[in-house]
């Protein structure tokens, strides 16, 4: 067969379906390349993770003899089988991430939040998918995908594999703070990491002990190195916004806000989010108040 893939969202992240779906191609011996127009292919994929909300979809294909879509962008669809699910993906489509492993460890989350689709697509349990092994193989950093790894049984053990991988460990889509004990903690002062990330995403949790708590066990020194998610736009006031975010740099994390459907989002929540995620004008303009969107540096009370 002759095969062809289309990334239908442009960012920063290689499309790990795409990967594995060219590793067991190629394991069949097929023929596989990114889409071209002017060539005929026996069937195509197109991959697309974001709705028309945050992207736009992909080329219109006609020199296929079958196109077959999927992922979350076009909504609610089957599983890659189980043959695909679980082969060594295929990175070298992907050379310009070359030294970086992706993958899931875990899958799902108890956790059922309004604005995010794990729940609904993965499953109310986490549970364990894979070993390392399945799709890290010596690269010196992983990209860990897992929406909420300490929720499942298995994590400790997990933690474990990161750790003994002694490779640069991304826990991309956050920790769950909730669920910090003396004993996955230990097990993550193991792990080489550059940053562990949190997030505060409901401004009616009062989530600050669960910080505390992690602060006493932890040997990450830096607040750098100490991040935390703050979800606004999304049933929150822009006081309860400033409110989490000053708490937490009150109590030594680095917060990073992300604003919920951005483009419908008030002047002042964006002005937020440049204020906070620029870090030479957060670490520099200590109050909001003061910051004048645009200057670099913020404004009277900077330094």
């Not at 790990?16 to 190629?26: E, G, Q, T, V």
């Not at 310009?96 to 995010?116: I, N």
């Not at 906070?276 to 645009?294: C, L, Q, S």
Request: charged fraction near 25%; glycine fraction near 8%.
């Amino acid at each position: 067969m002759n095969v062809s893939l289309v990334e239908v969202d442009s960012h920063r992240w290689p499309n790990l379906c795409l990967m594995k779906l060219s590793a067991y191609h190629k394991k069949r011996g097929d023929h596989v390349e990114w889409w071209k127009p002017d060539i005929w292919y026996d069937r195509v994929y197109m991959s697309r993770v974001f709705d028309d909300t945050y992207s736009r979809d992909g080329p219109n294909i006609v020199n296929a003899g079958e196109v077959i879509r999927g992922g979350t962008g076009y909504g609610p669809g089957p599983n890659l089988p189980d043959e695909i699910e679980h082969i060594y993906p295929d990175y070298s489509i992907y050379p310009q991430f070359s030294g970086t492993a992706y993958g899931f460890l875990s899958r799902g989350c108890p956790r059922c939040c309004g604005f995010c689709l794990v729940s609904g697509k993965e499953g109310k349990q986490s549970v364990k998918v894979a070993d390392l092994s399945e799709f890290w193989d010596g690269q010196k950093e992983i990209k860990l995908m897992d929406a909420n790894l300490l929720a499942c049984p298995d994590h400790e053990n997990l933690i474990l594999q990161l750790a003994e991988s002694r490779a640069w460990v991304d826990f991309s889509q956050g920790l769950d703070v909730r669920l910090i004990t003396p004993d996955n903690v230990a097990l993550l002062n193991r792990v080489r990491t550059k940053a562990i990330h949190f997030a505060w995403d409901n401004p009616n949790e009062d989530l600050t002990g669960y910080f505390r708590r992690f602060l006493e066990l932890t040997n990450l020194k830096s607040s750098y190195r100490r991040r935390v998610y703050v979800l606004t736009n999304y049933s929150s006031t822009h006081e309860q916004d400033l409110y989490r975010v000053e708490t937490l740099r009150g109590m030594g994390f680095d917060p990073y806000v992300m604003v919920y459907d951005r483009p419908n989002a008030p002047p002042v929540t964006r002005q937020l989010q440049r204020w906070v995620n620029n870090k030479r004008i957060f670490n520099t303009v200590e109050n909001f108040a003061d910051y004048i969107p645009g200057r670099i540096g913020g404004g009277k009370s900077a330094k």
